[in-house]
């Protein structure tokens, strides 16, 4: 496709539920990013996939977290058994490395919302 | 590890007024430099970025020059618009050899006619 694809756009899901977000990255990107936004406050790096390499799950913020990384493209967070502090707007870039400067191409993002 | 620190927000301008949101940051190694823009609805673009020591970034009126001596990535613009109200976000990467992007908190910009 022609930019980052996310989705859905929107998710509204009850506490203790498992959600998946899907993220369809630029096609030929080799890395890929996940990011968090709550409302009010800056972005969270969630997790950074790079080509073969083990993805940096550094920010992950607990392991009811895990993301997958299939074939080199889609990706797909996970968020198991839902809390409502995980609402916010989740973010997905990719970027075509090697290069210094390379810049990154961000989705739309998907809304979650725990209730 | 590498961090990013923006001045806190909202920045409150009327049109015309001249515009900087301070940008610092600490990295280990040598990083690239960037600002990104989010535009009200709209997803994250990349506004500017620069690669090397005394680099100007340049793009819609908006420029930044990457010092090393102070480690700073300041956004300037002469002449803000309406149309410039968004929230801007200061980011590095390449800090420590690898591309990861590090952002900062953001700073959102309200311009008033």
């Known amino acids: 496709g022609a930019g980052v694809s996310q989705s859905p756009s929107n998710k509204v899901t009850e506490k203790g539920k498992d959600v998946e977000l899907r993220c369809d990255p630029i096609?030929?990107?080799?890395?890929l990013y996940w990011y968090r936004q709550s409302l009010g406050q800056g972005l969270e790096f969630l997790i950074y996939f790079q080509g073969n390499s083990a993805p940096d799950k550094s920010g992950l913020p607990s392991d009811r977290f895990s993301a997958e990384r299939t074939g080199g493209s889609v990706s797909t967070l996970t968020i198991q058994r839902t809390q409502q502090e995980d609402s916010a707007v989740y973010l997905c870039?990719?970027?075509?490395?090697?290069?210094?400067?390379?810049?990154?191409?961000f989705g739309q993002g998907t809304r979650l919302t725990v209730v | 590890g590498d961090s990013v620190t923006q001045m806190e927000g909202p920045v409150t301008l009327s049109e015309e007024a001249f515009l900087t949101i301070n940008c610092t940051y600490t990295?280990?190694?040598?990083?690239?430099l960037f600002w990104y823009v989010q535009y009200p609805g709209e997803g994250l673009q990349l506004l500017l970025k620069a690669t090397k020591a005394d680099d100007k970034g340049s793009n819609k009126g908006f420029e930044a020059t990457y010092r090393k001596e102070t480690t700073s990535f300041h956004l300037e613009k002469g002449s803000v618009q309406v149309s410039d109200s968004a929230v801007y976000f200061c980011?590095?990467?390449?800090?420590?050899?690898?591309?990861?992007?590090?952002f900062g908190t953001g700073t959102r910009l309200l311009v008033s006619p």
């Open positions: 980011a590095l990467s390449g800090g420590t050899g690898f591309q990861k992007l590090v």
């Open positions: 870039a990719s970027s075509a490395q090697g290069a210094r400067g390379t810049e990154a191409f």
């Open positions: 990295a280990t190694g040598y990083p690239s």
């Open positions: 096609s030929g990107h080799t890395a």
